[in-house]
């Protein structure tokens, strides 16, 4: 793994919507300890918010007795958030998002995560669970000292 900064929030959470608020809440304190406006907070826990769901529904099957690990850091130029499953290997090219044109309810988690992060990645942990990592760069005028080693 690149150099990852200081470390925010390293925290497993039960993979249950009631954990949801606390989820938010360690996100936004996050960023803003990283120096996001208050806009990028409501971005930024609204992207990790989608994914930890999904995780909840789509790799879990709503089994209350599973967890999810959260993990922050922070560096000079980006915050980086990676949520840590224990499912199996997801199949990357099945996490789509729908188009827009369908109005539908529900399916856009993944389109919001992507148009809010600059980067997305899942990583496979060789049939041991997968992480999400998402990036979010820090603006120039946004950015603190606090967020470096």
Do not use: W
């Amino acid at each position: 793994m690149p150099d990852t900064g200081k470390q925010l929030v390293d925290v497993s959470l039960p993979a249950q919507t009631g954990h949801m608020k606390q989820l938010r809440r360690l996100v936004r304190e996050a960023a803003e300890q990283a120096g996001f406006s208050d806009n990028d907070r409501d971005d930024i826990v609204l992207a990790v918010d989608e994914a930890f769901a999904n995780i909840i529904k789509h790799a879990y099957h709503f089994d209350p007795d599973r967890e999810v690990r959260l993990v922050v850091f922070c560096t000079e130029t980006a915050m980086i958030l990676e949520l840590h499953d224990d499912a199996e290997s997801i199949d990357r090219s099945a996490v789509k998002s729908r188009s827009l044109d369908d109005i539908s309810p529900g399916g856009l988690g993944v389109y919001f995560i992507h148009q809010i992060m600059d980067e997305t990645e899942f990583i496979d942990c060789d049939g041991k669970g997968n992480i999400l990592r998402m990036v979010k760069c820090i603006k120039e005028r946004d950015r603190r000292s606090d967020c470096t080693q």
